[in-house]
């Protein structure tokens, strides 16, 4: 990305019940936004970012793991690996 900052004057809009921003097509395209992206608040103020299409929110996570073909035979093996010896009895 470019060291050079470039800022612009853009108008609070009402949308409904709530205010919106409008994006000028040419910033939208630059950036590969589409129908939805990640507002996010920071310390230096609200950030628009990317949605990454990629990763898997908890729902699509939990189902890929159900539907994963695992050997879970060495998980009990894991259970007597020691770590009950030291010292924090949580029974």
Not at 30 to 54: A, C, H, N, P, V
Not at 79 to 86: F, K, R, S, Y
Request: charged share 35%; with cysteine.
């Amino acid at each position: 990305m470019e060291k050079h900052l470039r800022s612009k004057d853009i108008k609070i809009v009402p949308i409904g019940n709530s205010f919106g921003v409008r994006i000028p097509k040419n910033l939208l395209q630059k950036y590969g936004f589409s129908e939805t992206l990640i507002l996010e608040e920071t310390d230096q103020g609200l950030l628009l970012r990317k949605k990454d299409e990629d990763k898997l929110s908890w729902a699509d996570t939990y189902k890929a793991m159900a539907n994963a073909d695992e050997d879970w035979n060495d998980y009990e093996a894991t259970l007597l690996d020691g770590l009950e010896e030291d010292g924090c009895d949580n029974s």
